[in-house]
Structures are given as structure tokens and as C-alpha cells.
Nanobody, 122 residues
Framework: QVQLVDSGGGLVQAGGSLRLSCAFS????????MGWFRQAPGKEREFVAT????????LYTDSVKGRFTISRDDAKNTVYLQMNSLKPEDAAVYYC???????????????WGQGTQVTVSS
């Protein structure tokens, strides 16, 4: 089965940057749509970004457009989330996930990483 390992979270000041990584194993990476979600304390898990199998199509939630970039490296079986101009409201646990098709809905993603904490100080 698919296994996902998230990494790259940490503490950053507002305006700073982080790059999250998600290592994929267990199946053929290029067959999967990859997504990033986040969950802040007391809130529901929300969609952040997704990238198609080819990497040619990406979707973002409005609040991160122009600041976050999702990318994938099929040679490394890894998906990335570059986060720039971070804001305190971006603080959350970030999860990568794998799906058979492009979707903003969490229920479409059948495999999930363990999450990586992002903290943004103001």
C-alpha cells in the first residue's frame, strides 16, 4: 500500500519561508495525484493544494495563492510544498495525501502522511 512520510515543518517568523516534503513509497508515484491539507487546533482539515499525476495541473485554496507552490519530483518520489510569506494563520499541522484523481475534498484521498507541524510567530 501507499506510504507517505511528511517532513520539513518547524517554527518560522511571519514573512518567512518553509519547504515541506512528502516521501512516497509502496506504489508507482507517477500514477497518483498528490495533495497537501492542513489542520489547525479546533478546526477542520482543509485543502491547501494539489498537483496532477503529470505535474501539469495544480490547484490552490485562495488563501495561499501566490505564496505557496506545490511541485513533484517523480525521480525522487517526492512532493513538495514551498511556503513563502508565511502568516500566523498558516500555522497548522500539514498533511500530504495521495489520490487517484484531482480533488479538493479530503475524502478523495485514501492515503495520508503523519503530518508535520508548522508554527508561525508574529
Amino acid at each position: 500500500q501507499v506510504q507517505l512520510v511528511d517532513s520539513g515543518g518547524g517554527l518560522v517568523q511571519a514573512g518567512g519561508s518553509l519547504r515541506l516534503s512528502c516521501a512516497f513509497s509502496g506504489r508507482t508515484f507517477s500514477n497518483y495525484v498528490m495533495g497537501w491539507f492542513r489542520q489547525a487546533p479546533g478546526k477542520e482539515r482543509e485543502f491547501v493544494a494539489t498537483i496532477s499525476q503529470s505535474g501539469g495541473s495544480t490547484l490552490y485554496t485562495d488563501s495561499v495563492k501566490g505564496r505557496f507552490t506545490i511541485s513533484r519530483d517523480d525521480a525522487k518520489n517526492t512532493v513538495y510544498l514551498q511556503m513563502n510569506s508565511l502568516k500566523p494563520e498558516d500555522a497548522a499541522v500539514y498533511y500530504c495525501a495521495a489520490s487517484a484523481y484531482v480533488s479538493r475534498a479530503a475524502h478523495s484521498y485514501k492515503s495520508w502522511g503523519q503530518g508535520t507541524q508548522v508554527t508561525v510567530s508574529s
